[in-house]
Structure formats: C-alpha cells, structure tokens
C-alpha cells in the first residue's frame, strides 16, 4: 500500500504538472472565458462535461521512421474515451510506445524511498515551516486521518506529494484513467513494444534533489492553495478533453505555462527545461537510427507546448514538426 500510493504521488508532482506544483493561481472563472460548459460562480460547485474529442498530437519523420507526441494528463476521466480519431489511429499504427514512465512495471525500494524522503539529523518540519503554513498542515493532514507523528519528519518534497495525493482523491479525476495509463494497458494486451523515457528511480531524484529552501518554498505555497486544487485539476481536465475547442486549448496551455513561469527558475530548469531536452535528444536517437517502425511517445502536456518544448527542440535540430490534432 506504501509503495504503490507514494509511486503515484512522486509521478503526480513531477510529470504530470496539472496542479500538483507550486502554483499559486487560484481557478479560473470559466464564465468569464465565455465557455459553454455550464459552470456556476461558485468554483467547488461547477458542473463540467468530460466527454469531449480533445487532445495535442504531432507527428515528426525521418525517412521512413514517424514518431508521434501526445500530450495527455495523467489523470482523467471515465468519460474521456473513445478519444479523438487522429489519436486513437496514431495508436494503432505504433509499434513501440514511449511513455515517461511505464507504470505497469515501475517499482521503487520502500527502503530507498523512505531514505530520501526522512530526515536523517532530526530536523522536523515544525522547524523549517511558518507557524501559519505548519497549523494549516496539520490540519488538512487531521482531516485526512493523518497525525503529525506519521509526518513531520519527512522532508518537504515527500509532504507535498502526499498533499498531492489527497488532492487527486478529492478531485473528479482518476489515475485509472489517466490517458498514459490508458495506453499503456492497451500495448501491453496488443503486445507494442514499451520504451521509458525517463525512469521512476529518476523522477525520485530530481523530488529529493531540490534544495531545502526550494522544497520549504513549495510546500508552503501549495498548502496555501490546497483547498482550491481539486477544482483546478478538474477544469484542467475539463480543457484537456475539449481542447479541439480554442478557448479550452489556450486556456489549457496557459494553466500549465503559469504552474511554471510563476515558480523559482531552479524548479522550472529542472521540472520543464531539461527534461524536456532530454527526451527530444532520446527521440532524435531514436528517429536517427530509422528503425522504419513507428512510435509513440505519450508525456505530459505541458512537455509539449511549455518553451522550451519538445518539439521546439526537435525544430532546432532540423526536423520539421506537424500539430496533427
């Protein structure tokens, strides 16, 4: 039960960059942005249509090798599917998947996730928070059955991601239905071949890796906007599943773009600038080598469309990059 619920909050708060950041926006009030989805004033009480054709696909070739990049959320709908033909046929027609991690079969040491995750000199968090952020931590974990016992030793990164976890739970969206997972399940009973792009181990290190004052930063923004995050995620979902529509698409793009543009430059190197270079460099391998087989590569979002983004990078190495849908 450790393991598997921290495996989905570490890739929650790092990949999935719907929410689960350091963001300080509060949700955006759809009745100003003209939308038709029968919104109410009131935030916590919006009612929204999650069956929708939406989605963000491009395609890249190399001679006889096409790779495919959709952005999805990770967490979703049940609602969402069958999605928009352009995907479901870029799917059908790939080989080999790539997705940022195949969480079928990511696993982590509970040993190694909890050396990261505790301090080791004793520091607590009651230390390094402000008496307002810590009193507001303590009792958004009460009402969740938490005591500060199970907590208050661990570091502010490992905190965070189980706010994170919470939040998902409170939200109308499921991991069960993420679209990664959606298609990873599917290649696996089609027998696709599976690629990580990034590894589960990986994404640890960069959560531990940021400094103290960083991680200290982030948890405190986040719980200060804890409240409001569930109803963020699902308008965010809500965009995705009808971005084919302009005003969901722009305003997707700009939710995931302020995650990070309102975060300190080192979270957003990290979480956003490099990763996002790295997978273009392992896609460009891959379209190098001309395999002539097709790809797919599944990541979240704002990968794709958060400068600099993957198929900007790839743009700058010569290749030329279609908006499929």
């Known amino acids: 039960m450790f393991k598997s619920r921290i495996l989905f909050s570490s890739t929650a708060l790092i990949t999935l960059l719907i929410g689960c950041s350091n963001t300080e926006q509060a949700p955006v009030d759809e009745a100003s942005n003209n939308t038709s989805n029968d919104e109410t004033e009131d935030f916590g009480e919006t009612t929204r249509d999650y069956d929708g054709d939406g989605g963000y696909l491009w395609k890249v070739t190399n001679e006889e090798t096409?790779?495919?990049?959709?952005?999805?959320?990770?967490?979703?709908?049940?609602?969402y599917y069958p999605l928009a033909a352009e995907i479901e046929e870029a799917y059908q027609s790939a080989d080999i998947i790539l997705p940022e991690v195949n969480m079928l079969e990511a696993e982590i040491d509970?040993?190694?996730?909890?050396?990261?995750?505790?301090?080791?000199?004793?520091?607590?968090?009651?230390?390094?928070?402000?008496?307002?952020?810590?009193?507001?931590?303590?009792?958004?974990?009460?009402?969740?059955?938490?005591?500060?016992?199970?907590?208050?030793g661990y570091k502010p990164w490992f905190v965070e991601s189980l706010l994170s976890d919470i939040v998902n739970e409170e939200s109308k969206q499921s991991n069960l239905y993420?679209?990664?997972?959606?298609?990873?399940?599917?290649?696996?009973?089609?027998?696709?071949?599976?690629?990580?792009?990034?590894?589960?181990?990986?994404?640890?290190?960069?959560?531990?890796?940021?400094?103290?004052?960083?991680?200290?930063?982030?948890?405190?923004?986040y719980i200060a906007v804890f409240d409001e995050q569930p109803g963020w995620l699902d308008e965010l979902s809500y965009h995705w599943i009808h971005g084919n529509q302009d005003s969901s698409a722009e305003q997707l793009?700009?939710?995931?773009?302020?995650?990070?543009?309102?975060?300190?430059?080192?979270?957003?190197?990290?979480?956003?600038?490099?990763?996002?270079?790295?997978?273009?460099?392992?896609?460009?391998?891959?379209?190098?080598?001309?395999?002539?087989?097709?790809?797919?590569?599944?990541?979240?979002?704002?990968?794709?469309?958060?400068?600099?983004?993957?198929?900007?990078?790839?743009?700058?190495?010569?290749?030329?990059v279609v908006r499929v849908y």
């Not at 080791?120 to 928070?129: A, K």
């Not at 696996?188 to 599976?194: A, G, L, M, Q, W």
């Not at 960069?206 to 982030?218: E, K």
Request: proline share 1%; glycine share 6%; no cysteine.
């Open 66 to 79: 096409t790779f495919f990049m959709l952005g999805t959320i990770h967490l979703g709908n049940e609602d």
């Open 110 to 152: 509970e040993e190694t996730v909890t050396e990261m995750a505790l301090f080791d000199d004793g520091t607590t968090l009651d230390q390094l928070l402000s008496e307002e952020a810590y009193a507001d931590l303590v009792a958004i974990f009460e009402e969740n059955g938490i005591t500060t016992e199970d907590f208050n």
């Open 253 to 320: 793009v700009t939710m995931v773009s302020e995650v990070l543009t309102g975060t300190d430059d080192e979270y957003s190197r990290i979480i956003n600038d490099e990763r996002n270079i790295d997978m273009a460099n392992s896609i460009d391998k891959l379209l190098q080598q001309n395999s002539g087989q097709t790809y797919m590569a599944i990541v979240g979002t704002a990968h794709l469309v958060v400068e600099p983004a993957i198929p900007s990078e790839l743009e700058k190495k010569g290749y030329e």
């Open 178 to 221: 993420g679209v990664d997972l959606h298609f990873l399940q599917r290649a696996v009973e089609d027998n696709k071949e599976i690629i990580e792009l990034e590894s589960i181990e990986t994404q640890y290190e960069i959560l531990a890796g940021f400094s103290l004052d960083l991680q200290i930063d982030n948890l405190e923004r």
